[in-house]
């Protein structure tokens, strides 16, 4: 889990292919629900792993010597991720060892990205050789492309002439290039709003007008819009919460709008296209840039300005739920408020907050390209790796001194990342990042997950203990975390307002000096 996830982090923020080694069948299952998580989250990642030797009486160097070899010789070892990875193969022979890297990492780098999978015997391992070299410039990735001039003016005619258009997206903010010509586009078309329902990455900026948040498919938008355009999302609603009118026009704009590896998916779209969301976006800005002449200025500035009304109201709803109660208890909201405070302007989120995502998001409001990366699935317990290979990764882009990161996790999430590992890793090769543990003394995703199907039933009235989703007696987390780095971590615990803000400065100021801070704060739920 660790090693994936931070190879993961490390490629979500540069775009860059990382290479994870681990060992035959049952290293490959230890990489588990990272895999998935790489998967869906579209992180190009290259696993490679070791099949027992295929001989035993010593035919080949390499051959069987140890008793593990019978026991770990399985029938096809590339099935058991071979379904999460865009590409599976076995190096058969060393002479052509390098095509098959590369072939491999073109799977891993082409959209859509994702993990993929190379495995080889020792016998082949041990293989003698004659030293060759390729011309890496024949093994790029596939390159996608935009949309047809009739599809970006059929778009951008719709939007324009739309009372409420409503774009989602999901991860297209994986380029940050996409954040600002979204900001173009919403600048041109006056009144569109932008809905995030997938939180993977930061996509639009929370200052503009045109800012919904994050939502993961539920938002009472979707309903009221009259023209909706989907730019690379995996759920842009869901149908049995809420969905958009009847006879809406739908345009689906995604590098991989079938979903391929989704057994079961569709959209109502009358229009889908295969292409690059940047090329698309910018093509639609333009095409809208021209028609937008043509438009009655009244009906526009009319639009714009009811915009920014709700905008306004929007982020005055959010703060009136951050206020600390009577007792001195917060919630996440007034927590993550006080973070986006104090931490640099230009701190990078590593977020797997689960049930708390959405405040988390509605108070950090992330501005910068590349400044918000979550889990991308439901495999829980990346952010512990995650947030290493973040840090590792600006740090390399940035000389050695990179940006600030933070982890955000759930209690029961933070359990599931291995933080034994994470925080010896993290102080044996010196990766200074905050976490902020976000104790609410329990897993409350399956609750959420039963009164969505069973609002009341029998277990909307039992207790936390009753259905076994208690954390009590409550782990010390911050204390588990420092057991794993020797004793070198600040720890800390904060349960009251009033002491929120000075454990998190001196957290801050450790980490700054170079050492791991992990602060557990105990969160009231709903707000």
Same mark, same amino acid.
């Given at each position: ?59 080949? /160097? ?7 070899h019978w026991i770990q010789n399985v029938p096809d070892q590339t099935q058991i991720i071979g379904q999460y990875c865009r590409y599976a193969g076995e190096i058969k022979t060393g002479k052509?060892?390098?095509?098959? !890297?590369?072939?491999? &990492?073109? *799977? ?7 993990? !993929?999978?190379?495995?080889? %015997? /020792? ?17 790029? +990735? ?52 932008? =809905? ?14 045109? #800012? ?9 938008? $979707? ?13 842009? #609603?869901? @149908?049995?919460?809420?969905? @958009? ?11 991989? @709008? ?27 800005? +333009? ?7 043509? &438009? ?7 639009? #714009? ?18 206020? @600390? ?56 317990? #990346? ?11 600006t740090d390399a882009e940035n000389g050695g001194k990179g940006k600030f990161v933070v982890q955000i996790v759930g209690d029961g999430t933070f359990l599931f990342s291995v933080p034994g ?14 976490? $902020? ?33 208690? *954390? ?17 971590? *600040? ?8 002491? =929120?803000? /000075? ?13 791991? %801070? ?10």
């Amino acid at each position: 889990m660790v090693a994936m996830s931070i190879a993961d982090g490390y490629a979500r923020l540069t775009g860059k292919p990382q290479c994870v080694i681990v060992h035959v069948d049952v290293g490959t299952q230890g990489l588990g629900a990272a895999v998935h998580n790489a998967s869906t989250g579209r992180a190009p990642v290259l696993v490679f792993a070791g099949l027992s030797p295929f001989t035993l009486e010593g035919e080949m /160097r390499g051959s069987r010597t140890e008793y593990i070899h019978w026991i770990q010789n399985v029938p096809d070892q590339t099935q058991i991720i071979g379904q999460y990875c865009r590409y599976a193969g076995e190096i058969k022979t060393g002479k052509n060892i390098k095509q098959m !890297v590369n072939r491999a &990492l073109q *799977f891993a780098t082409s959209d859509p990205q994702g993990p !993929v999978y190379l495995v080889g %015997a /020792r016998e082949v391992m041990e293989e003698e050789i004659t030293p060759y070299s390729l011309e890496q410039g024949v093994w790029e +990735s596939v390159e996608l492309g935009g949309l047809t001039p009739k599809a970006s003016k059929e778009i951008a005619e719709a939007l324009l002439g739309a009372e409420r258009p409503l774009l989602i997206t999901g991860y297209a903010g994986r380029n940050q290039k996409i954040p600002s010509a979204l900001v173009e586009l919403a600048n041109t078309v006056k009144g569109l709003r932008v =809905l995030d329902t997938g939180g993977s990455d930061m996509c639009f900026p929370a200052s503009h007008p045109s #800012w919904l948040g994050l939502r993961f498919g539920i938002e009472p938008e $979707i309903e009221k819009a009259d023209v909706i355009v989907i730019v690379d999302c995996d759920v842009p #609603w869901i @149908p049995t919460l809420n969905k @958009p009118k009847d006879g809406i026009k739908v345009f689906h704009i995604d590098v991989d @709008p079938l979903k391929q590896l989704m057994p079961l998916f569709y959209v109502p779209a009358q229009h889908r296209y295969r292409a690059d969301a940047l090329v698309a976006v910018e093509q639609i800005t +333009s095409e809208a840039q021209n028609q937008a002449a043509k &438009l009655d200025t009244t009906v526009v500035n009319k639009k #714009w300005e009811a915009l920014q009304t709700s905008h306004k109201e929007r982020l005055a709803t959010i703060a009136s739920k951050t206020t @600390p109660a009577e007792d001195g208890s917060f919630g996440t909201g007034h927590l993550c408020k006080t973070l986006r405070t104090l931490c640099p302007e230009d701190t990078i989120w590593a977020i797997e907050a689960v049930t708390n995502t959405g405040f988390v998001h509605d108070n950090l409001q992330p501005e910068l390209p590349g400044s918000w990366i979550n889990c991308g699935g439901g495999g829980l317990g #990346w952010s512990g790796g995650g947030a290493l290979g973040i840090k590792l990764a600006t740090d390399a882009e940035n000389g050695g001194k990179g940006k600030f990161v933070v982890q955000i996790v759930g209690d029961g999430t933070f359990l599931f990342s291995v933080p034994g590992s994470v925080y010896w890793i993290s102080r044996r090769y010196k990766i200074p990042v905050l976490t $902020i543990v976000l104790n609410n003394k329990g897993w409350n995703a399956p609750r959420k997950s039963m009164l969505l199907v069973h609002p009341e039933g029998l277990g909307s009235k039992a207790t936390n203990e009753e259905i076994n989703i208690s *954390f009590d007696p409550v782990p010390d987390y911050s204390g588990i975390a420092k057991a794993a780095a020797g004793g070198d971590l *600040f720890a800390a615990k904060v349960d009251k307002a009033e002491d =929120l803000e /000075r454990t998190i400065a001196e957290a801050i100021k450790a980490v700054e000096g170079g050492q791991n %801070a992990v602060v557990d704060c105990k969160v009231t739920l709903g707000c």
